[in-house]
């Protein structure tokens, strides 16, 4: 059964970076698709970034791209999130998640909630003014 633990949360001034891990383990194989998402207070859970494990190949939201990085350590199976020049709008809940199989070919099929059937517990960024 896989399980996923994030940490590196926190609260971080506009302009800072957080740096977000997910812990993997009883992953059977490394076709899977991993992505983190985000969900503020009132607004649906949104994909922020993902990657196919097995080719590396990532997908990031528009909102993000060139201040998020999704990457990953396969030997010590963890993925990362590299958030720098946060805002505050960037303030919500981080969830690790993970579905077998290839994230799809698209953004919107890599990103999109229903995909993933394995969720964290979250960790809450709050990025201040």
């Known amino acids: 059964q896989v399980q996923l633990v994030e940490s590196g949360g926190g609260s971080v001034q506009a302009g800072g970076s957080l740096r977000l891990s997910c812990a993997v383990s009883?992953?059977?194989?490394?076709?899977?698709?991993m992505g983190w998402f985000r969900q503020a207070p009132g607004k649906e859970r949104e994909g922020v970034a993902a990657?196919?494990?097995?080719?590396?190949?990532?997908y990031v939201a528009n909102s993000v791209k060139g201040r998020f990085t999704i990457s990953q350590d396969n030997a010590k199976k963890t993925l990362f999130l590299q958030m720098n020049s946060l805002t505050p709008e960037d303030t919500a809940m981080y969830y690790c998640?993970?579905?077998?199989?290839?994230?799809?070919?698209?953004?919107?099929?890599?990103?999109?909630?229903?995909?993933?059937?394995?969720w964290g517990q979250g960790t809450q960024v709050t990025v201040s003014s």
């Open positions: 998640a993970a579905h077998a199989w290839s994230c799809g070919g698209t953004p919107i099929q890599a990103l999109g909630v229903p995909a993933f059937d394995i």
């Open positions: 009883g992953r059977p194989h490394s076709n899977y698709c």
């Open positions: 990657i196919w494990v097995i080719t590396g190949n990532t």
